[in-house]
Nanobody
Framework: QVQLVESRGGSVQAGGSLRLSCVAS????????MGWFRQAPGKERKGVAA??????YYADSVKGRFTISQDNAENAVYLQMNSLEPEDTANYYC??????????????????WGQGTQVTVSS
């Protein structure tokens, strides 16, 4: 059974940093497309970042501020968030595509999802 377990988010002031983690089980993260998505209250879910065999992809809104990475030994994916802004406030979700599917981008369909974790950035 595939499970994606996310770390707890947190609350920071604008300009601060947070690091989210996502540990996968029943799934090999290093050989699959993994991504981070976020959803603000009343808004649609949007892709933030994705990674596949070391190649990374970012939404324009977070380029230069967020970094997605993998730790293959821990079967985990991380999202380092720097220079946080109030607009980054959202529930953040780790996600993965089915291993049999080719391609990795924020526009592809993701099939496995973490439980979500809240990130709040105050001004």
């Amino acid at each position: 059974q595939v499970q994606l377990v996310e770390s707890r988010g947190g609350s920071v002031q604008a300009g601060g940093s947070l690091r989210l983690s996502c540990v996968a089980s029943g799934y090999t993260a290093s050989t699959t497309c993994m991504g981070w998505f976020r959803q603000a209250p009343g808004k649609e879910r949007k892709g933030v970042a994705a990674i596949y065999f070391g190649s990374t992809y970012y939404a324009d809104s977070v380029k230069g501020r967020f970094t997605i990475s993998q730790d293959n030994a821990e079967n985990a994916v991380y999202l380092q968030m720097n220079s946080l802004e109030p607009e980054d406030t959202a529930n953040y979700y780790c996600a993965a595509r089915r291993r049999s599917l080719a391609g990795c981008s924020l526009e592809n369909t993701y099939h496995y999802w973490g439980q979500g974790t809240q990130v709040t950035v105050s001004s």
